[in-house]
């Protein structure tokens, strides 16, 4: 096997794990695993997606924010997204950082660049917005697009105005800042919750997470929150020039901000400000996983702009790993929607900074063999970054006796077909990843398919949790996705119908089938998303949507990208976004035979709508195709293809038939040649200035 498709392989059950942890962390204020853990898994993930670039796609974990909206409260739309940051580790990532900036904004070496720098408050991101001056709304962070309404909670949080003060209040602001609790009303609550004989939390974010999310404002206003402003999103008016401006402006509002926060000159300054807030974090009476530092003139981070889910202009420094010792009771095997048989670690449960941590993830068998972890063994936990749990390593000096080494299984524990390592024949070397080989038959790839095909971002069937679809496949009733809109007359003819079964009714019925047949039309984007197909997800099928327009045009074309010396094969890969690895997974699920037949049922039962391009405004340049060669003088590439993007316009890597312009710089190679071959239109850096109106 390819050192190509041992990438695409662990990328995949990496993204899949990731995303299971960033619903426990985002949507269920339940974290499983420390953040040691899950910063080393993210930090993998980004390695694999260094060294093969085609694998970042817009719906990595890499590039969105970890979670939705959870249920129980109305949904709000932040006006501005609240994106995540990038993580730096060790001191030379804050070095790295600031070159990328001085390179990205081609700054002399002598020339300083000021910085926030704020303590990382270890609580529940949130958004307050106000007009004229008022407190209309506050909402969590959820999927970083929509949010929980938890309006009348934040009203009872006594650090939080109702009205803002002062003269210079914008008309519209939203405020950004994080809800947290303090460690005296922790130990005072879990105090409370063990005296009543409830649960207890196992850290404050969780504490403070759960208190924000309490249906009866009531509840949350004893439990006695603090909230720190750190920023805005939308806003009429930004009356400072520089984030340390706007923070003494949201002070004099009357929003509380962290006292610690600092302006400091440099890099160098930073690190020491990290240094400092790091020795004495035990004794601030909260939680912080780091320091924040945020380029400070507020037009260079205009300029900066965001790459995927991160700003460019800030980053989180995290604060090192705390360790702890513990035993490992057990390994057990779960399968994933994809077939991968990923090992995680059942430990004794052990407190680490403040979390219990009682599950860690192992990768994979040979992560197991090359640590030797056994059963039974005394293993050293870590958590980086205050967050998330991994085995660092196994105190061999420790073992009990008559510890084996761990046989990983060769049959898959959900159906019991064979789970098998792909060989490279040229190598010898085993895919990382054992998966199993049933996928037609094995309940926790099926399962998993559903689940995903009636997800909210997919077909949005109401009614239809993780419990109704194992029940409804357990009794063979829905076995695939058509099945879903063929149940109403399966079950005039089921022998006993399903709302004589246990946990169903009429009504629970009438309204399930009522939602299967509200969701008979869907979008493009979300259709090609609920089919599952290999790291394509929202942002991925939301780009091949708007390339392709229609259900069959994207099945046709990507039947004909099945010849790789084709037109199709080099559309696929030309649009932004998708590299050679993706355009393989997509076409290879198109083509095989079994998808077909399943996709063609789908369509016999329901409509898929075409694909509506938004509204472009003024834009000259939406929804045409820019190809960006050569070196640019008045920009980078990278701000050229941000400018672009947020016109409205696709930002394509190669030129084709179908490209509209190419901006040539000095120096440009190829493309150029191409293009006029082609007959493409070529516009030098300035004509294409005034073409966009900058």
């Given at each position: 096997m390819s050192k190509a498709r041992e990438a695409v392989r662990e990328h995949a059950a990496l993204v899949k794990e990731i995303r299971q942890h960033d619903r426990l962390y985002y949507e269920l204020s339940q974290p499983s695993i420390s953040d040691a853990e899950y910063d080393a898994l993210f930090q993998r993930l980004k390695e694999i997606e260094a060294a093969h670039p085609e694998l970042a796609t817009p719906d990595s974990p890499t590039q969105?924010?970890?979670?939705?909206?959870?249920?129980?409260?109305?949904?709000?739309?932040?006006?501005?997204?609240?994106?995540?940051?990038?993580?730096?580790?060790?001191?030379?990532?804050?070095?790295?950082?600031?070159?990328?900036?001085?390179?990205?904004?081609?700054?002399?070496?002598?020339?300083?660049?000021?910085?926030?720098?704020?303590?990382?408050?270890d609580g529940l991101s949130a958004n307050l917005l106000y007009r004229r001056g008022e407190l209309a709304g506050g909402a969590t962070r959820g999927d970083g697009m929509v949010g929980e309404d938890v309006t009348q909670n934040m009203r009872t949080i006594a650090d939080i105005p109702r009205r803002l003060q002062g003269k210079d209040v914008p008309e519209l602001i939203e405020i950004r800042g994080e809800v947290y609790m303090s460690h005296a009303e922790f130990e005072r609550l879990n105090a409370e919750q063990e005296a009543a004989g409830k649960p207890v939390y196992v850290n404050p974010r969780n504490a403070a997470a759960g208190s924000l999310r309490q249906l009866d404002p009531a509840v949350t206003a004893k439990r006695k929150l603090h909230f720190f402003a750190y920023g805005w999103g939308e806003a009429s008016a930004v009356p400072a020039p520089t984030q340390w401006g706007m923070l003494d402006l949201l002070k004099r509002f009357g929003l509380p901000t962290n006292p610690l926060g600092r302006r400091v000159g440099g890099v160098a300054e930073a690190i020491a400000f990290y240094r400092e807030i790091e020795a004495g974090r035990g004794r601030l009476g909260y939680d912080i996983d780091g320091i924040v530092y945020k380029v400070d003139r507020l037009d260079w981070q205009e300029r900066l702009g965001f790459v995927s889910r991160n700003p460019r202009w800030a980053i989180a420094h995290k604060f090192r790993a705390e360790q702890a010792e513990t035993e490992l009771l057990g390994i057990d095997i779960q399968v994933g929607r994809t077939g991968a048989l990923t090992p995680v670690a059942r430990l004794k449960p052990v407190f680490v900074g403040g979390v219990s941590v009682s599950n860690a993830t192992l990768h994979n068998e040979d992560e197991i063999h090359r640590k030797d972890i056994r059963v039974g063994d005394r293993v050293v936990i870590q958590r980086a970054g205050d967050v998330i749990p991994q085995v660092v390593r196994v105190l061999t000096d420790k073992r009990p006796r008559g510890a084996v080494p761990f046989v990983f299984p060769e049959r898959c524990p959900a159906c019991g077909s064979h789970a098998v390592r792909e060989v490279n024949p040229r190598t010898g070397r085993a895919d990382a990843v054992r998966r199993c080989t049933g996928g037609l038959v094995c309940p926790a790839q099926a399962v998993e398919r559903l689940r995903h095909f009636v997800q909210r971002d997919a077909f949005d069937i109401e009614g239809l949790g993780e419990k109704q679809i194992q029940a409804l496949y357990d009794w063979g009733v829905v076995m695939q996705p058509a099945d879903l809109f063929t149940l109403a007359e399966r079950n005039r003819r089921a022998h006993p119908p399903l709302q004589e079964r246990e946990g169903w009714g009429e009504v629970s019925v009438a309204n399930l089938l009522a939602a299967i047949e509200a969701r008979r039309e869907i979008g493009l984007d979300r259709f090609i998303h609920a089919l599952g197909i290999r790291h394509v997800g929202q942002a991925t099928a939301r780009?091949?949507?708007?390339?392709?327009?229609?259900?069959?045009?994207?099945?046709?074309?990507?039947?004909?990208?099945?010849?790789?010396?084709?037109?199709?094969?080099?559309?696929?890969?030309?649009?932004?976004?998708?590299?050679?690895?993706?355009?393989?997974?997509?076409?290879?699920?198109?083509?095989?035979?079994?998808n077909l037949r399943a996709i063609e049922a789908l369509l016999a039962q329901i409509r898929v709508a075409d694909f509506e391009k938004p509204a472009t405004g003024a834009s000259k340049v939406a929804g045409l195709t820019v190809v960006f060669t050569g070196t640019l003088e008045t920009m980078t590439r990278d701000e050229a293809k941000a400018r672009a993007q947020a016109l409205g316009a696709k930002v394509a890597g190669s030129v084709s038939k179908k490209t509209d312009y190419v901006v040539a710089g000095a120096d440009a190679g190829s493309k150029l040649a191409k293009a006029r071959e082609a007959g493409v239109k070529v516009l030098s850096e300035r004509e294409w200035l005034d073409l966009i109106g900058a």
């Amino acid at each position: 096997m390819s050192k190509a498709r041992e990438a695409v392989r662990e990328h995949a059950a990496l993204v899949k794990e990731i995303r299971q942890h960033d619903r426990l962390y985002y949507e269920l204020s339940q974290p499983s695993i420390s953040d040691a853990e899950y910063d080393a898994l993210f930090q993998r993930l980004k390695e694999i997606e260094a060294a093969h670039p085609e694998l970042a796609t817009p719906d990595s974990p890499t590039q969105r924010v970890g979670g939705r909206a959870a249920e129980g409260f109305a949904k709000s739309r932040h006006l501005r997204p609240m994106l995540s940051l990038d993580n730096a580790f060790e001191e030379a990532d804050v070095i790295e950082f600031d070159r990328r900036i001085r390179r990205f904004l081609r700054l002399a070496e002598d020339e300083a660049i000021a910085y926030t720098a704020e303590p990382k408050i270890d609580g529940l991101s949130a958004n307050l917005l106000y007009r004229r001056g008022e407190l209309a709304g506050g909402a969590t962070r959820g999927d970083g697009m929509v949010g929980e309404d938890v309006t009348q909670n934040m009203r009872t949080i006594a650090d939080i105005p109702r009205r803002l003060q002062g003269k210079d209040v914008p008309e519209l602001i939203e405020i950004r800042g994080e809800v947290y609790m303090s460690h005296a009303e922790f130990e005072r609550l879990n105090a409370e919750q063990e005296a009543a004989g409830k649960p207890v939390y196992v850290n404050p974010r969780n504490a403070a997470a759960g208190s924000l999310r309490q249906l009866d404002p009531a509840v949350t206003a004893k439990r006695k929150l603090h909230f720190f402003a750190y920023g805005w999103g939308e806003a009429s008016a930004v009356p400072a020039p520089t984030q340390w401006g706007m923070l003494d402006l949201l002070k004099r509002f009357g929003l509380p901000t962290n006292p610690l926060g600092r302006r400091v000159g440099g890099v160098a300054e930073a690190i020491a400000f990290y240094r400092e807030i790091e020795a004495g974090r035990g004794r601030l009476g909260y939680d912080i996983d780091g320091i924040v530092y945020k380029v400070d003139r507020l037009d260079w981070q205009e300029r900066l702009g965001f790459v995927s889910r991160n700003p460019r202009w800030a980053i989180a420094h995290k604060f090192r790993a705390e360790q702890a010792e513990t035993e490992l009771l057990g390994i057990d095997i779960q399968v994933g929607r994809t077939g991968a048989l990923t090992p995680v670690a059942r430990l004794k449960p052990v407190f680490v900074g403040g979390v219990s941590v009682s599950n860690a993830t192992l990768h994979n068998e040979d992560e197991i063999h090359r640590k030797d972890i056994r059963v039974g063994d005394r293993v050293v936990i870590q958590r980086a970054g205050d967050v998330i749990p991994q085995v660092v390593r196994v105190l061999t000096d420790k073992r009990p006796r008559g510890a084996v080494p761990f046989v990983f299984p060769e049959r898959c524990p959900a159906c019991g077909s064979h789970a098998v390592r792909e060989v490279n024949p040229r190598t010898g070397r085993a895919d990382a990843v054992r998966r199993c080989t049933g996928g037609l038959v094995c309940p926790a790839q099926a399962v998993e398919r559903l689940r995903h095909f009636v997800q909210r971002d997919a077909f949005d069937i109401e009614g239809l949790g993780e419990k109704q679809i194992q029940a409804l496949y357990d009794w063979g009733v829905v076995m695939q996705p058509a099945d879903l809109f063929t149940l109403a007359e399966r079950n005039r003819r089921a022998h006993p119908p399903l709302q004589e079964r246990e946990g169903w009714g009429e009504v629970s019925v009438a309204n399930l089938l009522a939602a299967i047949e509200a969701r008979r039309e869907i979008g493009l984007d979300r259709f090609i998303h609920a089919l599952g197909i290999r790291h394509v997800g929202q942002a991925t099928a939301r780009l091949l949507a708007q390339n392709y327009g229609s259900v069959r045009h994207w099945l046709a074309s990507m039947k004909a990208a099945a010849d790789h010396d084709g037109e199709a094969w080099s559309e696929l890969n030309a649009i932004d976004g998708i590299g050679e690895v993706m355009a393989e997974a997509i076409v290879d699920f198109c083509i095989e035979p079994h998808n077909l037949r399943a996709i063609e049922a789908l369509l016999a039962q329901i409509r898929v709508a075409d694909f509506e391009k938004p509204a472009t405004g003024a834009s000259k340049v939406a929804g045409l195709t820019v190809v960006f060669t050569g070196t640019l003088e008045t920009m980078t590439r990278d701000e050229a293809k941000a400018r672009a993007q947020a016109l409205g316009a696709k930002v394509a890597g190669s030129v084709s038939k179908k490209t509209d312009y190419v901006v040539a710089g000095a120096d440009a190679g190829s493309k150029l040649a191409k293009a006029r071959e082609a007959g493409v239109k070529v516009l030098s850096e300035r004509e294409w200035l005034d073409l966009i109106g900058a």
